[in-house]
Every structure is written in C-alpha cells, then in structure tokens.
C-alpha cells in the first residue's frame, strides 16, 4: 500500500531569516546549511525529520531529537497524535534515502532546486505493517547511535575549543602528564 507523509506527519517551516541565529544559543537552529546554528528560542520539542527546502543542500535530511528552531526554508517533520512514536525512524530513512532521488529528477525552474511544502506531504512511500514493525526496532536503534555519537562529537569540540587556548597559552602545563 502506498501512503504519503502527510498522512503520518505534521510538517512546517520555521519563520525565521538565518541571521536570527545567536553566539552561545540555548538551542539547535537548522538552516540549509550542512551544520546548525544556535538560537535562544525553539518551536518545537521532540523528534523530527529535517529537510533543508532551497540551495545547495536542498533536500538534506537530518535527525533531531530536542528543542529546536528552524529557518524559514527549512521543513520539521513530526508525527501526528496517534502514530506509533518510533515510526519516526524508519520514516526518516525514507525521507532521507528517497527524497534525494526525486530532488536530482528536476527542479522548478531555477538554477538552484527547491522543496515546497506539498512535495514533502506529498511524498509517497511503500507501507506494510509487518515491515515496520520487523525494521523499527533496527532503524531507531541506528538513528539513535548516530545521535548519540553527533552529540559526544559537539561535546568534544566544545571541549577542545576550552581547553586548546588555554593550553597554547601555558595556562595548562601537561609537562608532567606520564603517557
């Protein structure tokens, strides 16, 4: 049976511009860009399917599980009251294996390729019930190591970013440190 992610979904945009981004921001803020930004504020807490909507990585496809915002051209796909919480995994794989497919098939018209809202509701995929619920288990346990794994990699650069001038600077004396 062939479904469309509207009927799982409740898709948006955010409304801001990206300049609204913040030095030091509390939260996630998702652009078109490869990497987020920060920002002070969030409209939405939970897990959602990102998808830059214009430019060169227009139809990039994330996972973010938390409080975020997001740029005027980029998509959050959540789930609707009622759906099985953990469809979110294997519909982002979908979204994210699929989509780029039919992005590459043609533009509208413009040197740069873009989404519009009805081409993510409007995405069709193949549904069965026995699939989903045999891959489930699999696609959220991948899902969530990759989380896990963008996460400690922010975690490390922050930490590097902390202690790296202070070492170049001799603030930090590791002389002493045995290896």
């Known amino acids: ?10 898709i948006f945009t955010g409304k801001k511009n990206a300049n609204a981004s913040v030095d030091g921001g509390k939260y996630k ?3 078109c860009a490869p990497d987020s930004l920060l920002i002070d504020s969030y409209i939405y807490d939970g897990n959602a399917i990102i ?4 430019g060169t990585y227009t139809g990039r496809t994330r996972f ?4 975020f915002d997001l740029y005027q051209r980029t998509y959050a796909c959540t789930l609707l009251d009622g759906i099985e919480p953990d469809y979110i995994f294997p519909l982002y794989w979908f979204v994210k294996l699929e989509l780029s497919k039919k992005i590459m098939g043609g533009t509208r018209g413009s040197a740069i390729p873009y989404i519009v809202m009805n081409d993510l509701a409007k ?5 069965n019930e026995e ?3 045999t891959y489930t288990p699999i696609f959220k346990d991948l899902t969530e190591t990759i989380q896990a794994n963008e996460f400690e990699n922010e975690h490390l650069a922050e930490l590097r970013d902390t202690l790296l001038p202070r070492l170049m600077s001799g603030e930090l004396d590791v002389s002493d440190i045995d290896l």
Do not use: Q
Not at 64 to 67: H, I, L, P, T, V
């Open 123 to 127: 995405f069709e995929f193949v549904y």
């Open 51 to 54: 998808v830059s909507g214009n």
């Open 131 to 133: 699939t989903f619920a």
């Open 29 to 31: 803020f998702f652009t």
């Open 64 to 67: 973010y599980s938390g409080k």
């Open 1 to 10: 049976m062939s479904i469309t992610l509207n009927e799982y979904c409740s």
